[in-house]
């Protein structure tokens, strides 16, 4: 009753910043803990050389996992049961935009991920082509260097001094 009587006294514009920042503050706590269970399935993917045992690390992604359902849990019922209902349906409202963002955000990495793999096929072709003309640069080198040193040899030996009559 007290807190109805509060948001009576407050401006309406004040109570719904106070919730959208508290649901911020929530939401901020959220993501950063996806972003940790982003990251350990990443590192997940790579050679791991490390000290921590695969039961720790499947422990932690458990523990992140189970986190992260609880406070979605506290953040649904809270838009639901203790918003205010000049908010209307807030919780179908933001998970609406949620699907959306997650959408647009998907798209992002997606282009994001074609980008770098681009980059990384450009250098390893850069790579592959710098090796091809080395290759073929020493093959030329290694081809003039025997050539001289033939022609050298021959002026030197002694069955081209003998055939040519010097002694």
């Known amino acids: 009753m007290q807190r109805v009587q509060e948001i009576a006294k407050a401006d309406p514009n004040d109570v719904y910043t106070q919730i959208g920042d508290q649901l911020g503050a929530l939401m901020d706590s959220y993501d950063a803990l996806s972003k940790a269970l982003l990251a350990e399935q990443v590192e997940g993917k790579k050679v791991y050389k490390g000290e921590e045992s695969i039961g720790r690390r499947a422990l932690r992604r458990i523990i992140i996992t189970t986190r992260l359902d609880a406070m979605l849990v ?6 639901v ?8 349906a807030l919780w179908g409202k933001f998970e609406e935009m949620w699907k959306t963002i997650v959408a647009e955000q998907e798209e992002a990495h997606a282009e994001e991920l074609k980008l770098i793999q681009m980059a990384r096929w450009r250098r390893r072709k850069r790579i ?24 050298w040899l021959t002026t030197r030996s002694a069955t081209m001094k003998t055939s040519l009559g010097h002694y």
């Open 74 to 79: 506290e953040i649904r019922e809270t838009m």
């Open 81 to 88: 049961y203790r918003a205010p209902p000049e908010l209307g």
């Open 128 to 151: 592959a082509d710098l090796r091809a003309k080395i290759t073929w640069i020493s093959a030329v080198v290694f081809v003039v260097l025997w050539a001289v040193g033939l022609m």
